[in-house]
């Protein structure tokens, strides 16, 4: 095959993989009213086929960079897209919540090798100018997963079943696995993992998101305990990365005030937007009473923003200061999450809600594309 053949083949490869991850996610949400009708249990079992998902997903892209520089990127990007698909597909046959957050854990893991491993190859099979126009299209592939994830998930929970928002994913990724063989081999560098770190870091994070998802509902003696030894964990990881001379996280960047002032204003963006994009779906269908593939439809004023706004942002940021656009976005971001929060079960039709997500989604285009100088 052809050099130019052979890198297009797996560019489409890598990009048909991360397409599917935001729908596993978008997925899940929109098919909790269905599986808790069908499983039964508590709200917030329920809410764990979302949350494992992402806990995992969070707690292992950190450690999986460097598992891929360790042990090679094919390894680690066919190690993701396996047990992505195995938990996907395997969704169809679970008649239990608790092995479908164990699906569900398993496809986080497997996600963050996904993504931690394609990128990886990308970078070494692209240079220069070709390297940006695949990472620029790795960009805009998933953007078009999450914009297009709950309308997709709504229209197959709808015609298939609560089931196949989890296997369509897996179907993408079974035929990524045929791919395979056309990735470059690619050996480890030897470089050592920081094992103690990533376990430290990732069950900082477990307890973390507990707390959050048990504590309102077991009292705040069990929330506030989590907490705490949530809080505990992260100082160790904090000493023990200090420590490492190849550390899983390079802290020093934290010494870079326009770093951590971006980064928290990108926090602030997810806290806004993700709760909305996770549980918005299983509200609009649980409460307000609209069909999976409505709901669907009605978060595309949410999500499609994402998605063809980011040129948007780059020209605010070329030519008005970061600092005002940041600001900006966040206070648009916040005026939709807070005018949302006003709406009730009995006053969401579409012409009050559509404004409302509109206003939320924008605040995030408008400021992708800023960026901290250094210094």
């Excluded at 897209?81 to 893991?109: E, H, K, M, N, W």
């Excluded at 023990?240 to 934290?254: G, N």
């Amino acid at each position: 095959m052809p050099a130019r053949h052979r890198d297009a083949f797996i560019l489409v490869t890598v990009l048909s993989s991360i397409l599917v991850l935001p729908l596993a996610i978008t997925g899940a949400s929109a098919a909790l009213p269905a599986l808790r009708a069908e499983f039964g249990g508590a709200l917030s079992a329920a809410q764990w086929v979302v949350n494992a998902y992402n806990a995992c997903f969070a707690a292992f892209l950190v450690c999986a960079g460097s598992i891929a520089d360790a042990v090679g990127r094919r390894r680690v990007y066919a190690t993701g897209v396996g047990p992505f698909f195995i938990s996907g597909l395997t969704c169809l046959f679970v008649q239990d919540i608790t092995a479908l957050i164990a699906l569900r854990a398993l496809g986080g893991v497997g996600a963050a090798a996904v993504v931690a491993g394609g990128s990886a190859i990308l970078t070494s099979v692209f240079e220069g100018p070709a390297r940006a126009r695949a990472f620029g299209l790795l960009g805009t592939v998933a953007g078009a997963g999450t914009a297009f994830g709950p309308a997709v998930a709504g229209l197959l929970i709808a015609a298939l079943g609560w089931r196949w928002a989890f296997a369509a994913p897996a179907v993408v990724a079974g035929v990524v696995l045929l791919l395979l063989p056309v990735l470059p081999p690619t050996r480890g560098t030897g470089r050592r993992v920081d094992v103690r770190g990533a376990v430290l870091f990732t069950l900082a994070l477990l307890m973390l998101i507990t707390a959050l998802v048990e504590g309102p509902g077991r009292g705040a003696l069990l929330g506030g305990g989590l907490l705490v030894t949530s809080l505990l964990l992260f100082g160790g990881f904090a000493a023990v990365e200090r420590r490492r001379p190849e550390p899983l996280v390079d802290l020093t960047v934290l010494a870079n005030r326009r770093f951590v002032a971006f980064s928290l204003a990108a926090a602030a963006f997810m806290v806004v937007l993700v709760p909305l994009l996770v549980y918005l779906p299983s509200y609009l269908i649980a409460v307000v009473g609209v069909s999976p593939a409505r709901a669907g439809l009605w978060l595309l004023m949410l999500t499609a923003p994402t998605l063809v706004l980011p040129t948007v942002g780059a020209e605010l940021a070329a030519r008005l200061p970061h600092t005002a656009v940041v600001v900006g976005a966040l206070a648009l971001s916040g005026a939709g999450a807070v005018a949302l929060s006003t709406l009730g079960p009995d006053a969401t039709p579409l012409r009050l809600l559509v404004p409302f997500l509109l206003v939320a989604a924008l605040g995030g285009p408008a400021s992708e594309r800023v960026r901290p100088h250094k210094g």
